[in-house]
């Protein structure tokens, strides 16, 4: 009976603004320590202070970043890039970017160092691991992998924009996969993005996904407990930038219907990129 008045709470919070993250505090500029040792080239790499965890202990968020060479005094729009499963974060990603004009920042989401295809290594003062975090729910919010995984998403965004190189007027949001539900997630929190572009992810998880066997595992309490606290569809009706949903016909992971409701809940401009059988991964 407890746990269903927290889910309700948590669902009328949702519908009125709330949400589980200090925004305010994510905003500001996080401080950062240069990680030379794990340079790819022009694109650098960073460690940026994380939320931490409730019991006090600290985290940091593993990052490459890179910004085009420009006429002095001229500055760039951005981009935040966010991996999917199986991923961390991509140096060639950035540069991709980098070469189209963009400043660029690729953090990992998962408490790991990047800089290998796959494999990638624990990093002792790495947040949670991924994806999804269904074994997590009985831990306090802010140790559950989403909560840490869209801070370290909107860090990487407030540290970004902060370089004297940026324009912090024009930075845009994409993510694959499972960085596509953050991406979902994150359009409908930090409203300081101009564009968002999710790739594969959407909400409406609980009610089909690939990981509906996850939630039956889970029972009906803990499964709406993940629905009102973690699915996009509760943030997605705040979104306010123009969306770009990106996805194949036969997606195995996040079927057309879910997307179907999840891009109709944003009231901003939206744009639909359907691509018959687009294979589902970073490539």
């Given at each position: 009976m407890i746990t269903r008045i927290v889910a309700a709470f948590l669902a009328i919070s949702a519908i009125a603004g709330?949400?589980?993250?200090?925004?305010?505090?994510?905003?500001?500029?996080?401080?950062?320590?240069?990680?030379p040792e794990h340079d790819a080239g022009e694109v650098?790499?960073?460690f940026i202070d994380g939320v931490g965890?409730?019991?006090?202990?600290?985290?940091?968020?593993f990052a490459y970043y890179g910004?085009?060479?420009?006429?002095?005094?001229?500055?760039?729009?951005?981009?935040?890039?966010?991996?999917?499963?199986?991923?961390?974060?991509?140096?060639?990603?950035?540069?991709?970017?980098?070469?189209?004009?963009?400043?660029?920042?690729?953090?990992?989401?998962?408490?790991?160092?990047?800089?290998?295809?796959?494999?990638?290594?624990?990093?002792?003062?790495?947040?949670?691991?991924?994806?999804?975090?269904?074994?997590?729910?009985?831990?306090?919010?802010?140790?559950?992998?989403?909560?840490?995984?869209?801070?370290?998403?909107?860090?990487?965004?407030?540290?970004?924009?902060?370089?004297?190189?940026?324009?912090p007027g024009k930075t845009g949001l994409t993510g694959i996969s499972w960085g596509g539900y953050l991406t979902c997630v994150v359009a409908g929190v930090d409203d300081r993005f101009k564009f968002a572009a999710p790739v594969y992810g959407c909400g409406f998880l609980t009610d089909n996904s690939t990981w509906l066997p996850q939630f039956e595992k889970m029972?009906?309490?803990?499964?709406?407990?993940?629905?009102?606290?973690?699915?996009?569809s509760a943030y997605l009706a705040n979104a306010k930038m123009p969306m770009l949903w990106v996805t194949g016909t036969n997606d195995f992971a996040f079927p057309m219907d879910s997307l179907k409701r999840s891009y109709q809940l944003p009231k901003s401009d939206r744009y639909l990129a359907i691509r018959p059988r687009m294979p589902h991964g970073h490539g």
């Open positions: 709330a949400t589980p993250w200090k925004i305010d505090e994510l905003k500001k500029t996080p401080l950062h320590q240069d990680a650098k790499a960073i965890y409730p019991n006090g202990k600290p985290t940091r968020i910004i085009p060479r420009t006429e002095p005094g001229k500055k760039v729009p951005a981009i935040v890039l966010v991996h999917g499963g199986g991923g961390s974060a991509f140096s060639r990603w950035v540069k991709l970017w980098v070469d189209r004009g963009y400043a660029a920042i690729s953090m990992d989401t998962c408490g790991a160092i990047g800089g290998a295809e796959k494999n990638h290594p624990r990093d002792e003062k790495g947040g949670p691991p991924g994806w999804g975090g269904f074994d997590q729910i009985g831990q306090p919010a802010e140790s559950q992998w989403t909560y840490q995984a869209v801070s370290d998403v909107i860090l990487a965004h407030s540290w970004i924009r902060s370089r004297p190189e940026v324009d029972g009906p309490e803990n499964k709406e407990k993940w629905r009102t606290l973690w699915d996009p």
